[in-house]
């Protein structure tokens, strides 16, 4: 297939992880009502995909590396997919926080794919300067059509509360995504892919206390756990 076209197929990923990292933050008022959660809890909703998201891109990277990128591109956007509708069906405000992180979790092996194909789609270094350039415009883009849609989804009241609106919209895109990438991507491999080894304890320890720390902080807001804090923090 066309670079160009499976570059364009690889931007739904930049797409969608922007835009749901944005989209929250005009719908907090309606998510906060809709689902009974208090600010403690609607701060979790936030941070926990944000957590998520940053502390598995390093692994997403190497997994692409190893297991091939297409193949990490495509399950990744399927769990995407399927956390999204997780959240838009959240009942209590714990599973929206368990929902959020896995579907930051997933974007974190979604989105090193995109970086990874733009070195190897473009190896002439003005192809891939456009490149990057389309790259910083769909970043921006989905910021803007984060909070744009994240207002107006949450307005919505149809069938089912507004808020969840913005969740289940990931749907229909990662559908399409899921096709285009199945049908027209090529797969890509490093070639010292079979150096790579996963360290699970490290990522464990790596992201449990930047949880811990978050959910303290946000916590402190509610009430005093002040014991609780010194405990986390050392």
Not at 129 to 140: E, V
Request: charged fraction near 10%.
């Amino acid at each position: 297939a066309n670079p160009w076209f499976q570059f364009l197929i690889l931007l739904t990923a930049p797409l969608l992880t922007v835009i749901d990292a944005f989209i929250v933050n005009v719908a907090i008022p309606t998510i906060e009502k809709g689902i009974g959660a208090n600010h403690a809890e609607i701060q979790l909703v936030i941070a926990s995909y944000l957590l998520g998201y940053a502390s598995f891109q390093i692994t997403g990277s190497r997994a692409g590396d190893h297991f091939g990128r297409k193949k990490v591109f495509f399950w990744s956007m399927l769990f995407f997919t399927f956390s999204s509708c997780l959240c838009g069906l959240s009942q209590t405000p714990s599973q929206l926080i368990a929902a959020r992180f896995f579907q930051g979790l997933s974007g974190a092996f979604m989105m090193p794919q995109t970086l990874s194909y733009l070195q190897v789609l473009f190896p002439e270094t003005g192809e891939r300067t456009k490149a990057i350039g389309y790259l910083g415009i769909t970043l921006g883009t989905a910021a803007i059509i984060g909070q744009v849609a994240g207002g107006f989804l949450s307005g919505i009241h149809f069938v089912v509360d507004g808020w969840r609106f913005i969740f289940l919209i990931n749907l229909p895109v990662g559908m399409v995504a899921l096709w285009a990438t199945k049908t027209y991507l090529e797969e890509t491999y490093y070639s010292f892919a079979c150096c790579w080894r996963i360290g699970a304890p490290g990522h464990v320890l790596r992201c449990l206390p930047h949880y811990f720390r978050t959910q303290c902080i946000a916590e402190r807001a509610e009430r005093c756990v002040s014991a609780y804090s010194v405990a986390v923090w050392f």
